[in-house]
């Protein structure tokens, strides 16, 4: 049976739901509970680049599927306000939203980086914040809580994900950047780097017990995945909507030195890591599949991006390669 249809690599393929409209779920991530799957992430607007199509006026959406096929929408599970005195007044942003579970507190909590009205991107207090927000149910009304910044309000958040571990800590990982120089308008290379951060232990806020990922410098887009003793991280390059090359990090301890193990993708003749960027990975239930989602962005109508979704392949290197398959099953 086929599973993901994904075209040529310069081809937008749409994704449906059940009721067959457009799955509009931008940079979001898959979380497996109460016997289904459930993707969320961030309804963008029907508009270009230009235009501010990647803000949102609605929220954080979710679908749930059993088999990873069949995606029914579930609705609205944080949403925006019409309220101009309100931090989600929009068109705002919740990028990269990431839910994971706490067994302790029984909630589910959502971690962003969060844009505040009109969702465009800056250093001001508001722009490069990270949000949080939670629910007691997966497909609940989440909460929302507030902003912070992780290690210190001098580092801004950009691109950011969640990772739970098996001793159920949970990490921040993001891509976080200091300005420097007169009026603290300049930022260098070596000042902008993936950081970890590890969670309190219901999830709500930041430790001080953080690692600087000095190798993943310049990189955004981190999606971590993990198999026998190993930390991978794939990452995107800093260029706006353009895509580029992919760059895999990996390590044997969240909180220690990480090292490059450069380009997972094969025969990637472009360099773009396909034409994508990289979003979250998953496992498959049941099965010894890992799942690393992508999307490709589609900056004429931020509405229909397409969604990549490729098996992560584990090599005895201890290095991880990723392939791009027009279609493909598990």
């Known amino acids: 049976m086929?599973?993901?249809?994904?075209?040529?690599?310069?081809?937008?393929?749409?994704?449906?739901?059940t009721d067959g409209n457009i799955i509009n779920a931008s940079d979001g991530g898959i979380i497996y509970a109460d016997g289904k799957y459930h993707w969320y992430?961030?309804?963008?607007?029907?508009?270009?680049?230009k235009e501010g199509g990647q803000k949102t006026t609605r929220g954080v959406v979710m679908y749930e599927s059993e088999?990873?096929?069949?995606?029914?929408?579930?609705?609205?599970?944080?949403?925006?306000?019409?309220?101009?005195?309100?931090?989600?007044f929009a068109p705002m942003r919740f990028e990269r939203p990431k839910i994971i579970y706490n067994e302790k507190t029984k909630q589910y909590v959502l971690w962003c980086h969060y844009v505040k009205h009109p969702g465009n991107h800056g250093n001001r207090d508001g722009e490069a914040e990270a949000g949080v927000a939670v629910c007691d149910r997966v497909c609940g009304e989440y909460k929302w809580i507030g902003t912070s910044r992780p290690i210190d309000n001098k580092g801004f958040v950009r691109d950011s994900t969640l990772y739970?571990?098996?001793?159920?800590s949970a990490y921040f990982i993001y891509d976080?950047?200091?300005?420097?120089?007169?009026?603290?308008?300049?930022?260098?290379?070596?000042?902008?780097?993936?950081?970890?951060?590890k969670l309190s232990d219901d999830y709500l806020s930041f430790t001080d017990t953080y690692k600087r990922i000095d190798a993943a410098f310049w990189r955004e887009a981190p999606?971590?995945?993990?198999?026998?003793?190993?930390?991978?991280?794939?990452?995107?390059?800093?260029?706006?909507?353009?895509?580029?090359?992919?760059?895999?990090?990996r390590t044997k301890h969240l909180l220690d030195e990480w090292e490059s193990i450069g380009d997972p993708c094969i025969d990637d003749e472009t360099h773009t890591t396909f034409n994508t960027q990289s979003t979250f990975s998953f496992k498959v239930e049941g099965t010894d599949t890992h799942i690393m989602?992508?999307?490709?962005?589609?900056?004429?109508?931020?509405?229909?991006?397409?969604?990549?979704?490729?098996?992560v392949e584990f090599n005895e290197d201890n290095t991880i390669s990723l392939r791009y398959r027009k279609e493909w099953s598990f």
């Open 2 to 17: 086929k599973a993901f249809i994904h075209g040529e690599i310069n081809e937008y393929i749409q994704w449906h739901d």
């Open 41 to 49: 992430g961030q309804a963008l607007r029907p508009l270009s680049d």
């Open 67 to 88: 088999n990873l096929l069949d995606w029914k929408y579930e609705g609205v599970i944080l949403a925006t306000s019409d309220d101009p005195e309100s931090e989600l």
């Open 164 to 168: 739970k571990d098996a001793d159920g």
């Open 176 to 197: 976080r950047h200091v300005l420097e120089g007169e009026g603290k308008t300049q930022f260098t290379k070596g000042d902008r780097c993936l950081h970890v951060v």
């Open 223 to 249: 999606a971590i995945v993990y198999k026998d003793g190993y930390y991978y991280i794939v990452t995107s390059g800093l260029t706006g909507w353009q895509t580029n090359q992919a760059e895999a990090f």
């Open 293 to 311: 989602m992508f999307e490709r962005h589609n900056t004429n109508n931020f509405a229909e991006c397409s969604y990549i979704w490729l098996p």
